[in-house]
């Protein structure tokens, strides 16, 4: 069965500095994909990023970037240059077996400080 | 991009009434529609799986009769809570998917309280 892990309930950092969500997975599909959203305090879920097993190159949307380590099974996410505004729980999510539905990590709750 | 809306965004209802939950894909066609609950402080945790034409499979653990889902079209499925408590007050959010595995689209949420 798919196991995520968020070992950072809460993080602070201060604006412009980079910060790194942890996040890591358990697997026994082939191939999979592993999500980062964003829940700011009015409950939606902002997707951010997406990267396949297969994709050979780190993905990366904006300020966003996935460094994917499979051989760790880890799949952290990368935040430069930090804003006010990206403050907010952060959620990864990894598909089961295959489907589409996905299996969240607990969250981290980031707070970035002016 | 692909939105998903939901309605309403927030109700209170008394307990023992049934409250239902529209979720929507407004510019594409849903495959799949999941169901997830989330707590305060917490997760997400997926209660079901909706098809368009089909039953809705449940996660274990989640009581189907007490949260009827009806997929009743590729753009449209409903979540009915029956008979609502208390300790059902949550927040429920909707997904809907294309078929693509990267392409599951949230709704904003609805928060559910029970008196």
């Known amino acids: 069965a798919q196991k995520i892990t968020q070992t950072q309930p809460g993080m602070f950092v201060q604006e412009k500095e980079a910060v790194t969500l942890d996040c890591t997975y358990d697997t026994s599909d082939p191939s999979y994909g592993l999500f980062w959203y964003k829940q700011p305090s009015s409950g939606e879920m902002i997707f951010l990023i997406y990267?396949?097993?297969?994709?050979?190159q780190n993905a990366t949307e904006g300020r966003y970037s996935l460094n994917f380590q499979k051989a760790r099974k880890s799949a952290n996410l990368v935040i430069s240059a930090s804003q006010l505004g990206d403050s907010a729980m952060y959620f990864c999510?990894?598909?089961?077996?295959?489907?589409?539905?996905?299996?969240f990590g607990q969250g981290t709750r980031l707070t970035i400080n002016p | 991009g692909a939105v998903v809306s939901q309605h309403p965004s927030r109700v209170i209802c008394k307990s023992g009434t049934s409250v239902k939950i529209e979720c929507r894909s407004l510019?594409?066609?849903?495959?799949?529609m999941f169901w997830y609950r989330q707590f305060p402080k917490q997760s997400l945790m997926l209660m079901a799986t909706s098809n368009e034409g089909s039953k809705a499979t449940y996660e274990q653990g989640v009581e189907k009769d007490k949260f009827l889902i009806n997929h009743a079209s590729l753009t449209l499925s409903t979540l009915t809570v029956t008979s609502a408590h208390p300790e059902d007050s949550s927040f429920y959010i909707c997904?809907?998917?294309?078929?693509?595995?990267?392409?599951?689209?949230f709704g904003p949420g609805t928060r559910l309280t029970v008196t």
């Open positions: 510019d594409f066609q849903a495959t799949t």
């Open positions: 999510a990894i598909p089961i077996q295959g489907a589409q539905k996905l299996v």
């Open positions: 997904s809907a998917s294309t078929g693509r595995i990267y392409e599951q689209y």
């Open positions: 990267q396949g097993s297969y994709d050979q």
